[in-house]
DNA sequence: GCCGTTTTCGGCCCGACTGTTTTCAGTCG
């Protein structure tokens, strides 16, 4: 049985656990042996004895034996007997946890949301001890609610519900400080709810304030220091706000900005040291709370480097605290070589578009429209392009401060031959080639075109490899490990295109790519001079995947990559 | 269930909120 799976099964052992109530800690053990696993980079051919990995014990250690000689734990398939399948998606019921459900289930015989949604209406679980009314009624309205509201919602649709919430924070007076966490902060492709730290020396006022200016379906809780609402927005979702002091803002925004093992691993680190972390300070021995003036001070304390929201996630990020500083940063960037403009279906002329790059302290960028093929976005033809590259040269002659290249994005046909002819490629200062046709295409047909591309001299880029919009579609299914392997044999450059909605590559991707040295360019494919603003999470999301600055094209002197376009 | 150069037993990250309670258990993040 592969790695894999023995992880998933070790994860649904500690469900069926968790659904007979059973210890806590006892459930953990066994999530924590997944995570064990997982975090192991070995095949687990390659680990020897498995016993000897700190987290698996005996009783875990017996469970993937099984799994690897019989294809078959044990342990499971008693779980599985006693406790019935329909009891699992009962888990997804917010107030209902392993406790309650075990509960139901031993009093009342309930074995499914179906039995359960019945046992309410007919009032059948207010009887039981710990249950009451209320609970009946909260029951049935999460049920009912369960099927409404999408489990993970993408960062491009948590984006302007993000901005509608800032707009309104700034609007209230008693506010001093704020700032999203959570998930969002980390840059996942996608949230189950957005967090936001506020700091008040009001915090009364600003609870009642949040309740009257934010649209709000639902409230779910108000206490003194957390308010918690459903917001009536277009696909709802459910947002967290913690009010704290100003003193404690700095610890409360690392604890709610996470990951939850970034955090334990935190508090393991304090609490070898005597020390107790909360979301208020920092607990000594003697009592006393130490606070902070920003999240670098609280790592400082702990002898720890800053280690950025974008890598807080398993655990181990602590093991590579050597490669923060090689990390990229948006400072590195120095400069943007995918966009468009009014020539096929940007908003905005050359001029607007080289302006807002100088504006950020661009050193260079390219120009690169759609091609004659993609008629729906305007598409320039032969004729438009070679007008469009005297005209970038012209502009040219304004500037000393910026050098424009001249680009195109040109499409890679069904067919798998190219738009424009290599005589006008080679023109082209930087050739960019995009799948934007026949997603549906056989993987053999796709790579095929992708290969036709990487292989001409004349093409510099493959811009958003996969084609994924997050959450929505899966694009047109490439095989990237080839991919990668191809760009490296020729030299090509990956694209990471910043664009909220594609994020393409994805992380285990970039990882792949880094692997492979092959360079990576961060690009906001901007067809609007404010989605230039997108290299920011483009070069957050590349530090998810711990690209080094060396690596990412955009890093790159002018002078470096003219090298690497002209060769 | 797992772990240990202060521990082979007694901890395991820590606190808020709700709904059920008369001091707390369960759930959640």
Redesign the pocket.
Same mark, same amino acid.
């Given at each position: 049985m592969d790695k894999k799976t023995i992880i998933r099964t070790l994860e649904k052992i500690a469900l069926y656990m968790?659904l007979q109530?059973e210890?806590?800690?006892?459930?953990?053990?066994?999530r924590?042996?997944a995570q064990?696993l997982e975090l192991d980079a070995r095949s687990l051919a390659e680990m020897d004895n498995i !016993?000897s990995?700190? /987290?698996? @014990?005996?009783?875990?250690? *017996?469970?993937i034996e099984d799994l690897m000689n019989k294809e078959q734990s044990n342990?499971l398939l008693e779980l599985q007997n006693t406790v019935p399948s329909g009891l699992l998606p009962m !888990?997804?019921?917010? /107030?209902? @946890?392993?406790?309650?459900? *075990?509960?139901l289930y031993k009093e009342l015989q309930i074995d499914s949301i179906d039995a359960l949604k019945e046992a309410c209406e007919t009032k059948k679980v207010?009887s039981l001890?710990?249950?009451?009314?209320?609970?009946?009624e909260?029951i049935l309205a999460e049920i009912a609610n369960l099927q409404s509201k999408p489990e993970r919602t993408a960062v491009w649709q948590l984006e302007p519900i993000v901005d509608m919430i800032e707009r309104k924070l700034l609007n209230i007076p008693t506010i001093e400080k704020f700032s999203v966490a959570?998930s969002y902060r980390r840059v996942k492709e996608a949230s189950?709810?957005i967090?936001f730290i506020i700091g008040t020396n009001s915090p009364q006022e600003v609870r009642e304030e949040l309740l009257n200016v934010l649209p709000i379906i639902k409230?779910?809780?108000?206490?003194?220091?957390?308010?918690?609402v459903t917001l009536a927005v277009e696909n709802e979702i459910?947002a967290?706000f913690?009010?704290v002091e100003l003193h404690q803002y700095a610890s409360a925004l690392n604890?709610?900005t996470?990951s939850?093992d970034h955090?334990?691993k935190m508090?393991?680190i304090?609490?070898d040291l005597?020390?107790?972390?909360?979301?208020?300070g920092v607990?000594l021995e003697d009592g006393t709370v130490q606070h902070f003036e920003s999240e670098k001070a609280f790592y400082a304390y702990f002898d720890l480097p800053y280690i950025p929201p974008t890598v807080r996630e398993d655990g181990s990020e602590f093991s590579k605290l050597d490669q923060l500083p090689s990390l990229v940063t948006l400072d590195d960037i120095k400069g943007d070589f995918h966009m468009h403009t009014t020539w096929s279906d940007g908003a905005h002329s050359i001029e607007e578009m080289v302006e807002a790059c100088r504006a950020k302290g661009y050193s260079h960028m390219v120009i690169t429209d759609h091609s004659d093929y993609l008629k729906v976005a305007n598409g320039l033809s032969k004729e438009r392009l070679l007008r469009q590259i005297e005209t970038i040269y012209e502009l040219q002659a304004k500037y000393t401060d910026i050098e424009l290249f001249a680009g195109s994005e040109m499409d890679i046909l069904p067919d798998g031959s190219l738009d424009f002819e290599d005589e006008v490629l080679q023109q082209l200062d930087f050739v960019i080639a995009s799948i934007h046709s026949s997603f549906s295409q056989p993987q053999e047909k796709i790579m095929e075109r992708l290969f036709n591309a990487i292989k001409n001299p004349h093409v510099h880029m493959i811009a958003h490899p996969t084609g994924r919009i997050i959450e929505q579609r899966d694009g047109y299914n490439p095989d990237v490990p080839t991919l990668i392997e191809w760009a490296k044999e020729y030299g090509k450059i990956l694209e990471l295109n910043a664009n909220p909605y594609r994020l393409d590559l994805k992380t285990d991707y970039l990882k792949l790519a880094k692997e492979a040295s092959v360079p990576i360019a961060i690009n906001t494919d901007a067809h609007h001079i404010d989605q230039l603003k997108y290299m920011d999470i483009g070069v957050r999301y590349a530090q998810k995947a711990w690209l080094h600055k060396e690596s990412i094209v955009n890093t790159w002197t002018l002078e470096k990559f003219k090298q690497f376009i002209k060769k």
């Open positions: 968790e109530g210890n806590p800690f006892k459930i953990s053990a066994f924590k042996a064990v !016993l990995l700190k /987290g698996i @014990g005996t009783a875990t250690g *017996a469970v342990l !888990l997804k019921i917010p /107030g209902l @946890g392993g406790k309650k459900i *075990a509960k207010q001890a710990g249950f009451a009314a209320k609970t009946e909260k959570g189950k709810d967090d409230i779910i809780a108000a206490g003194d220091t957390k308010v918690s459910d967290d913690r009010i604890h709610f996470g939850k955090n334990i508090r393991q304090a609490k005597g020390k107790k972390i909360s979301e208020y607990e």
